[in-house]
């Protein structure tokens, strides 16, 4: 009895997580006119015009591509970052370790709007601003940390023996590092690389601030959609769906390995 109370309650909570997705799917194939003046559960009037309207605009799809690139920089450059930091956190002992280790972690604790105006300043003296690698540079600030805050615990759990077996059979650091200690930590790379994505695709405030037209992404472009007509709400409701997509099939491959990553990778 008891057990199924427990699946009733966790079947009733997973449909209450699922109705603003769904009702974000259903409004993507409805016209402005259904979604403003009627309520229904299903559309009255299916219509793929709104996907069209993203695929074929520049303005709209663009800003997805926009968004893929700073994101794929700012995971490659933050995993290339974390890792050899991550292993120095977790082989060797220097004065400030735990202090610097700390100090990381802060970084990532400060809310994005603190480094707003800095970052709009200086990438506008230096000629970055509305690029890419703006953008991901930026989001590095708090991805780095969180990274090689994952990837020391995954870190830890390899035996140093390793290390030293590896250095008495003739390997180079490079070579061991890259063929024999990153295969072992495959799954907290893996981890790492998915909050790293997460964060930087989900952020509005540092990748609206900091693009304007060449580089703006699919958030600052969903919020900017207001014209002389009103609001498309369709339009919205799609591009809503196809910003979910990429995040679900990140999940949908490290699935796996998410639950460690929420742990830290320490056991």
Request: hydrophobic share 55%; with cysteine.
């Amino acid at each position: 009895m008891r057990l199924r109370g427990s699946a009733l309650v966790m079947t009733l909570y997973l449909l209450f997580l699922l109705v603003p997705i769904y009702w974000l799917v259903n409004m993507s194939f409805k016209t402005n006119t259904e979604i403003t003046s009627t309520f229904t559960l299903f559309p009255n009037s299916f219509t793929l015009r709104n996907y069209v309207v993203i695929l074929t605009d520049p303005s709209w799809y663009m800003g997805y591509v926009n968004s893929i690139i700073y994101v794929t920089m700012n995971v490659v450059i933050s995993l290339t970052v974390a890792l050899p930091a991550a292993y120095a956190f977790s082989r060797y002992t220097f004065m400030g370790d735990k202090h610097l280790f700390f100090w990381l972690l802060t970084n990532r604790m400060a809310p994005p709007a603190v480094f707003a105006l800095p970052f709009f300043q200086l990438y506008s003296s230096v000629g970055l601003f509305d690029t890419h690698i703006a953008v991901a540079l930026a989001h590095c600030l708090f991805n780095v940390p969180l990274a090689v805050w994952i990837l020391e615990g995954f870190m830890r759990g390899v035996p140093k023996e390793i290390d030293e077996t590896a250095y008495i059979d003739g390997y180079s650091f490079p070579r061991f590092f890259i063929k024999i200690f990153m295969p072992l930590i495959a799954s907290g790379i893996g981890v790492a690389a998915f909050f790293c994505f997460m964060f930087s695709w989900v952020e509005l405030l540092l990748s609206r601030t900091l693009t304007s037209v060449n580089a703006k992404p699919i958030a600052a472009t969903m919020t900017r959609t207001v014209s002389a007509s009103g609001m498309d709400w369709g339009v919205l409701a799609a591009a809503g769906v196809l910003t979910i997509v990429p995040g679900a099939l990140v999940i949908w491959f490290v699935r796996n390995y998410i639950a460690k990553g929420f742990a830290l990778g320490r056991v």
